[in-house]
């Protein structure tokens, strides 16, 4: 089994920690925890950032606490870690809300607690009790709560129990999901080119490896070049072929059309999104007329290289097959414009980066704006009319 350390912080639960400036989210992170984390300091013009802390909740897993600022802050300083707190609500898969047990004004709390109703996002309230002070009533309805002290420690235990009870449900789907089973032959094509990191592979050819592993496949791994030899070895084809979006063309063309063929992105869609609406999005391409406004949107930095598939080789193709220039804007980080309605069409990327509510928060209000969405993945298989070849 891989070190708990090695647990990527997109495939990890992510618990989220929001209240005032002073109701102690930070000490209750820390009584959980065992551990005393860096804290986000109150100087003016120290980092915006929530501070994650990545560990083992027994018997959840690995999970990612977030400390974020505090909600009341009202600050320009405090605005900017407020747009920062916006983007810990995309991701949260449970929110807890840490609150001093006298106070009275919980309106900024509500108001974030009626947004993960709205998500469906678990929410538990921890009324923190300072130095014997009285605790308030329960919570609203409809939210778990429980009294804590976070100082001496009481009723942290009932916390923790809280959060894993609303864990249960919490299951990521498998990444080949039923395209292949125990004894499956499956060949993955990975180009080895410039773009590919030098000394490893991408997380997204690690995670589907790993799957199949998981599943009792049999994993073959070969360079593009090498896919036509190495099927020429085996004795029966493979039972599924997995490729890199960017080599789709050449693998399907040298490959026999009753082999299943999907692509790295397309697993990946499915995993971390909602494929049937990127198909959805996809579709909307052959409606781009030149002049249109695209969002590309990857949700790390990277140095784009040339070549780069989202600043040139998928503009290259999207202008192509719009007969004229689109309008494109990139984005890249963690954060997402909050304005869409001037976007004819977004292109995501694989979110390898992310986890699966970030990715599903970012459909969701592209669906709200009206606006489609896609990824690159499914984007380029439509591009190439193989949108009707690949398995998803
Ligand atoms: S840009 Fe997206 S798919 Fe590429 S490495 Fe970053 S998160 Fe993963």
New binding site residues.
């Given amino acids: 089994m891989s070190g708990l350390d090695e647990t990527p912080r997109?495939n990890r639960l992510h618990i989220a920690f929001f209240g005032k400036t002073n109701a102690g989210k930070s000490s209750t992170i820390n009584a959980i925890t065992g551990q005393k984390i860096a804290l986000v300091s109150d100087v003016a013009g120290t980092t915006t950032d929530p501070v994650y802390k990545s560990m083992e909740l027994l018997p959840v897993g690995p999970v990612v606490f977030i400390d974020t600022a505090g909600l009341d802050d009202r600050t320009a300083l405090g605005r900017a870690r407020i747009e920062k707190t916006d983007e810990v609500v995309d991701k949260a898969d449970i929110a807890v809300f840490v609150i001093d047990s006298t106070e009275q004004n919980t309106a900024p709390e509500q108001e974030y607690m009626k947004r993960f109703r709205a998500k469906k996002t678990p929410v538990i309230v921890a009324y923190n009790v300072f130095d014997g002070n009285e605790a308030r009533a329960a919570a609203p309805a409809g939210e778990h709560s429980v009294v804590i002290n976070a100082k001496t420690g009481q009723g942290i235990d009932a916390l923790k129990e809280m959060i894993v009870r609303s864990v249960t449900d919490y299951e990521l789907p498998s990444i080949v999901g039923d395209l292949a089973k125990e004894g499956d032959v499956v060949m993955l094509v990975m180009p080895q080119d410039i773009q590919a990191p030098k000394g490893r592979l991408?997380?997204?050819q690690v995670q589907v490896t790993r799957d199949l592993l998981d599943k009792g496949c049999l994993v073959i791994s070969v360079k593009t070049e090498d896919m036509v030899p190495m099927l020429e070895e085996l004795k029966n084809p493979p039972r599924l072929v997995i490729t890199d979006s960017q080599v789709f063309k050449y693998v399907n063309e040298h490959l026999d059309k009753t082999i299943p063929l999907t692509s790295f992105?397309m697993l990946?869609a499915r995993y971390k999104g909602d494929i049937e609406e990127f198909v959805k999005g996809a579709r909307a391409i052959a409606d781009l007329k030149p002049g249109d406004k695209v969002l590309i949107a990857?949700?790390?930095?990277?140095h784009a290289l040339k070549g780069d598939?989202?600043r040139e080789k998928l503009p290259n193709w999207l202008n192509k097959y719009a007969g004229g220039e689109l309008v494109f804007e990139n984005t890249?980080g963690h954060g997402f414009p909050n304005d869409l309605d001037e976007y004819k069409l977004i292109v995501?990327?694989?979110?390898?980066?992310?986890n699966r509510k970030n990715m599903l928060s970012k459909i969701e209000h592209a669906k709200n704006a009206g606006v489609p969405i896609t990824n690159?993945g499914v984007a380029i298989a439509f591009l190439n009319g193989m949108l009707s070849r690949v398995s998803y």
Wanted: charged share 5%.
């Fill in positions: 997109a991408i997380l997204p992105s990946m990857e949700s790390c930095t990277h598939i989202a890249a995501h990327c694989g979110g390898c980066m992310v690159f």
